[in-house]
C-alpha cells in the first residue's frame, strides 16, 4: 500500500491515497495505531485518508495515533488540499473538502512549479454552546472562563469546536505551563463525553498568540491547526483579540495565520510540506 508522510508545522500523519488504495473501515484503527508507531511503523500523528466525496472534491478522514477518529484536522486540511492539487485530482484553486466535522473550503497558492507551500483553508464557523462542544455543566450556555477543578490544580476553560472539541485555557507564562499534568487529566475529564483538545495560549500582543497543546488522541504535537483557530475564537471571546483581524498564532512547529470574520467563518493560512513517499507492507 502506498503512503505519502507530510506535515504541517511539525504536525505529521501518514497520507492514503483512496483513490487508488482501498482499506477495510474495521481495520482502519488498527492500521493508523501501526503506522503512527515511531519504533515499529513508519511514525506520526496518526493517519489521513484522502478520497472521492459525493458532496465535494475530496474527503478527508483523520485518525489519532491511538486509533481514535477524530472530526476534523486543521494542518491535515492544508496538506489534504496540496495531496490534492499536486496530484490532479482537483484543478481549481478554490474547492471544498468534506470531513465528518462539515464541509470546508481550501484555496491553494501554489509556486511557479505548480507545488503548493501554502494553503488557505475557511474552517466554517465555531460552534459555541455546551451541548455542540460538547461539555457536561450549569445552564450558562458559553463556556468561558469556565473554571474545572482537576484536583491538585484548577484550570479556567474557554470552550470552542472547529468540528472537533478544544478546551483553551489563557496564562501569563506559556514556559511553565503543567501541560502533561493538566493535558491527559483534562482531555478525559468526565466534563467532556467525547474528550477534548487542550491548548495553553499566551496572549502576546493582540494579534499574536504563543500556544502549546496537549492532543486529544496523541499528546503533545508540535502543531494543531484547529486549535490554534480555537484559540484565537477564545482569544476574541474573552476580549484579548478583535474580530475580524489577522491573529499571528506561534506553535512549536512554526507559525499559523487566523482571522474571525465579522461573518462568523474562520480562516487558517499556513504551511503543508510532502516529507517522503513509500509502500507498507500489509502484514
Ligand atoms: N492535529 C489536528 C487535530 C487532530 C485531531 C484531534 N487530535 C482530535 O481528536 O480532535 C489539527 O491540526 O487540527
Request: hydrophobic share 25%; proline share 0%; with cysteine.
Given at each position: 500500500m502506498k503512503f505519502t508522510k507530510m506535515h504541517g508545522l511539525g504536525n505529521s500523519y501518514i497520507y492514503i491515497d483512496l483513490f487508488k488504495e482501498t482499506i477495510a473501515e474495521e481495520s482502519m484503527p488498527k492500521l493508523a495505531i501501526q503506522l503512527a508507531d515511531k519504533n515499529r511503523g513508519i511514525g506520526s500523528d496518526g493517519m489521513i485518508l484522502i478520497g472521492p466525496s459525493d458532496v465535494a472534491k475530496v474527503s478527508m478522514r483523520v485518525f489519532n495515533n491511538d486509533g481514535s477518529e477524530a472530526m476534523n484536522c486543521g494542518n491535515g486540511l492544508r496538506c489534504v488540499a496540496k495531496f490534492a492539487y499536486e496530484h490532479g485530482y482537483v484543478n481549481e484553486m478554490v474547492f471544498t473538502i468534506e470531513t465528518k466535522g462539515g464541509l470546508v473550503e481550501a484555496t491553494v497558492h501554489p509556486d511557479e512549479a505548480n507545488q503548493v507551500p501554502t494553503v488557505t483553508v475557511n474552517m466554517g464557523k465555531p460552534r459555541l454552546s455546551r451541548s455542540e462542544i460538547p461539555m457536561i455543566g450549569a445552564a450558562v450556555d458559553q463556556v468561558i472562563n469556565e473554571t474545572i477543578d482537576l484536583g491538585e490544580v484548577s484550570v479556567d476553560v474557554t470552550a470552542v469546536s472547529m468540528g472537533n472539541p478544544h478546551a483553551v485555557i489563557f496564562t501569563?507564562?506559556?514556559?511553565?505551563?503543567p501541560l502533561m499534568q493538566v493535558g491527559p487529566s483534562l482531555e478525559k475529564h468526565e466534563r467532556f463525553p467525547e474528550w477534548v483538545n487542550v491548548e495553553y495560549v499566551q496572549v502576546l500582543k493582540e494579534d499574536e498568540l504563543q500556544f502549546r497543546v496537549w492532543e486529544?488522541?496523541?499528546?503533545?504535537?508540535?502543531?494543531?491547526g484547529t486549535g490554534a483557530c480555537a484559540a484565537v475564537v477564545a482569544s476574541v471571546l474573552n476580549g484579548h483579540s478583535p474580530r475580524n483581524q489577522e491573529v499571528t498564532v506561534h506553535l512549536l512547529g512554526g507559525d499559523l495565520f487566523i482571522t474571525w470574520l465579522d461573518n462568523g467563518e474562520v480562516l487558517m493560512n499556513g504551511a503543508a510540506e510532502t516529507i517522503f513517499e513509500g509502500e507498507w507492507v500489509i502484514k
Open positions: 501569563e507564562d506559556i514556559h511553565s505551563i486529544r488522541g496523541t499528546g503533545i504535537t508540535q502543531a494543531c
